[in-house]
């Protein structure tokens, strides 16, 4: 008969083999449910096809051997920044080491401003091991895939290592020297040329040392901006309420819940707890009877979507009708446009979503998803105001974030000023901006107008590559620090490990700025809890935050607020795309996150959620939409956009929305480690600050 490859699948054949009875219950992907020859090859080797070998002639053997080698590079702790030392035994061994058994250290890791609390286990002095912290309502023991694989970044071989200027190595003393003679100038105009731009900030104390900053120098500017922020869940907030605020959720007290768009149990502030609350719900003990149940409505399939017992794939503008239809069927107080187009609800989901909800009371739940529009999100909040579960399921505090900006503005700001000649220092505080800008901004062309350019990175990346000095990021393993949790628990981040390298924090390359310079960064950590506290014993206090993993009773007090009524809706939002065109869809890699992770050999190997994917993203496009344009799996197609394009992969996704192909950010890196450089495509240039997360064509 004739071969079958993955790049040819009858997709008519593989619905009437769907359609037939008797046929698979479970398939894991197009090709097993085709069987092609390649998926049959695929099943008898150990790895997927190309994965044997990289583009650059480096054997996947030699990159078992470089991640071995980065392994190793855990016995070489404190070698590289330590003076030469004669080596003699113990005479007394450190209390509670035993070779062999290992000790736990309660820290957080942080990702978009938000912590969560982790145990790590480590042998000898050196980690190896990270689990969620069983104390810690942010995780109760849990973890996700990128805290595990974040132990692998801290031996990774290709991390910066070095202070440089120019792109030769130089010394921390020197920097300090450049930049000393340029804060001298910017104190004689109170700062007035000086910017600062940092990723969303949740430490306390690190906003406490920016304020002083910003204190030093007045007319001074702070800018925030990463890729994955959350400006549309702040400013539906703000439109709901006229203010900024937290919002998270106990799902352990849902009966039914509600998902738009939103991949609550996988990615995202607070996704562990969620995750562990919703899986106990569906253990039945003790006579119980009755499951939670979950509806999901989005765009693309996702980890949330594919446990779902109710799930609908609609593009972005169907699920805003849809979400307007309910609101008013459960009688949620709107101000809309006559012209308002009304949701077809041919799958016949709204009346008994709406008496699903509305018999939970307040045991119901509705989430949406961080990229959604701020109306949405607003809309989100009076449901839930309506439905009367604040309180049980649905609970404010005050924001996460030390200053809760619109990042996207921000961003836009920032490049006006830098063209505009306004900005003489730049000192960037961790991120990537000239990778993962909005492609409208061009701040590459910005950053040349500056004359003092530095940054705090991680890796030597695309922006070092602009800057005149760059300066190591420490691992967080390795640093002092605080964090917000999801429900604004509060947590000391403390290090297992002196630095592997020549490395800074955050709070040490501003402290230095404010002259604070060699100044223990956990004596300035202890000094602002200390303030903070009202305990009898702020040294037992102390020790038991750093056993435990959190700063007892610091959380943000549980806030009422007031809804805005009514719901102000535009004429725009729900409004259908139309029939000939089609919606991009716009989301953070579910491992690499926003490119930052893309050196991780782990999570480079491990299989993406629903796609199975490695090494690589793609056009996510469903079976409908992909004959509709004449495209096969693996075909390269140029998505463009008025102004700018990318060439992506095709992959056909089952369960994807009709009309929305969906493209996943952090690939296509020009500058990082030798894991990640070249891998996938570069999807930042369609995003603008207007459009960050998806266009309408």
Not at 153 to 172: E, Q, S
Not at 266 to 272: E, I, Q, R, T, Y
Not at 290 to 300: C, D
Not at 514 to 538: K, M, S
């Amino acid at each position: 008969g004739q071969t079958i490859s993955r790049k040819q699948l009858n997709l008519d054949d593989l619905r009437g083999r769907l359609a037939r009875p008797g046929g698979p219950a479970y398939w894991r992907s197009l090709d097993e449910l085709a069987g092609t020859e390649e998926f049959e090859a695929m099943l008898h080797r150990e790895f997927p096809e190309q994965a044997s070998e990289w583009s650059d002639g480096v054997s996947r053997r030699n990159f078992l051997k470089l991640m071995g080698a980065s392994l190793a590079f855990g016995g070489l702790s404190n070698c590289t920044i330590q003076p030469e030392e004669k080596i003699v035994p113990w005479v007394r061994a450190p209390e509670n080491l035993i070779p062999g058994k290992p000790l736990y250290y309660a820290t957080a890791m942080t990702l978009g401003g938000v912590g969560t609390g982790v145990l790590v286990e480590s042998h000898m002095g050196r980690p190896t091991k990270i689990e969620g912290n069983p104390e810690h309502p942010s995780s109760l023991g849990g973890t996700d895939a990128i805290t595990q694989a974040s132990i692998l970044d801290l031996y990774d071989p290709d991390r910066a290592t070095a202070v440089k200027n120019a792109g030769r190595i130089a010394t921390w003393g020197g920097f300090l020297q450049n930049l000393d003679q340029e804060l001298t100038l910017q104190r004689s105009q109170k700062g007035k040329g000086l910017r600062i731009l940092t990723e969303t900030v949740g430490s306390p104390t690190l906003g406490q040392q920016l304020s002083f900053l910003l204190e030093e120098f007045p007319e001074a500017r702070w800018h925030q901006y990463e890729p994955a922020a959350r400006d549309n869940v702040r400013t539906g907030a703000a439109l709901a309420f006229g203010e900024p605020v937290n919002t998270y959720f106990d799902v352990a007290k849902a009966d039914v819940i509600l998902s738009l768009d939103a991949d609550i149990f996988n990615s995202g502030a607070g996704s562990v707890r969620y995750a562990r609350d919703y899986a106990a719900r569906r253990r039945l003990r003790n006579g119980e009877s009755e499951l939670n149940r979950l509806y999901v409505v989005e765009t693309s399939p996702s980890s949330t979507g594919s446990i779902a017992d109710h799930r609908l794939a609609l593009d972005s503008a169907a699920i805003e009708a849809f979400a307007l239809a309910l609101a008013g069927k459960l009688g949620v107080k709107l101000e809309n446009s006559p012209e308002q187009p009304s949701y077809d609800d041919r799958a016949g989901w709204i009346d008994a979503l709406a008496a699903d909800l509305r018999n939970a009371g307040a045991a119901s739940l509705v989430v949406v998803g961080d990229q959604q529009a701020p109306i949405l999100h607003a809309l989100g909040h009076a449901i839930n105001q309506s439905l009367g579960n604040i309180g049980t399921t649905v609970h404010y505090t005050d924001p996460l974030e030390v200053d809760p900006v619109d990042e996207s503005r921000s961003m836009h700001e920032l490049v006006a000023s830098m063209l505009a000649d306004e900005v003489e220092v730049l000192i960037i505080v961790g991120g990537n901006p000239v990778f993962d800008a909005p492609g409208d901004l061009d701040f590459t062309e910005a950053m040349e107008h500056v004359g003092f350019r530095a940054q705090l990175s991680f890796y030597e990346d695309e922006t070092s590559e602009r800057c005149h000095w760059h300066v190591p990021q420490s691992h967080y393993l390795e640093a002092w620090s605080d964090i917000r949790a999801y429900d604004s628990t509060a947590s000391i981040v403390q290090p297992l490990i002196q630095p592997l390298y020549n490395s800074k924090s955050a709070h040490e390359l501003i402290g230095a700025m404010i002259g604070q310079a060699g100044l223990p960064i956990r004596d300035i950590l202890r000094e602002y809890w200390q303030q903070e506290t009202f305990a009898d014993d702020f040294d037992e206090f102390w020790v038991r935050a750093l056993h435990d993993g959190l700063l007892a009773d610091m959380a943000f007090d549980r806030r009422r607020v007031r809804l805005r009524s009514p719901i102000k809706i535009s004429r725009e939002f729900g409004r259908p795309r139309g029939d000939d065109k089609f919606e991009l869809a716009m989301r953070p890699d579910p491992l690499i996150w926003d490119g930052r992770f893309v050196n991780n050999g782990w999570l480079q190997e491990t299989p993406k959620p629903i796609t199975k994917l490695t090494w690589d993203n793609a056009a996510l496009m469903s079976p409908t939409t992909a004959e509709r344009m004449g495209v096969d799996n693996e075909q390269v197609i140029d998505l463009t956009l008025p102004g700018r394009s990318a060439l992506a992969p095709v992959w056909i996704v089952p369960g994807q929305a009709d009309g929305v192909i969906t493209v996943q950010l952090g690939y296509g890196r020009r500058l990082t480690g030798r894991v990640g450089t070249g891998a996938g495509f570069d999807a930042g240039p369609l995003r603008t600050s207007a459009q960050m997360w998806g266009a309408r064509d």
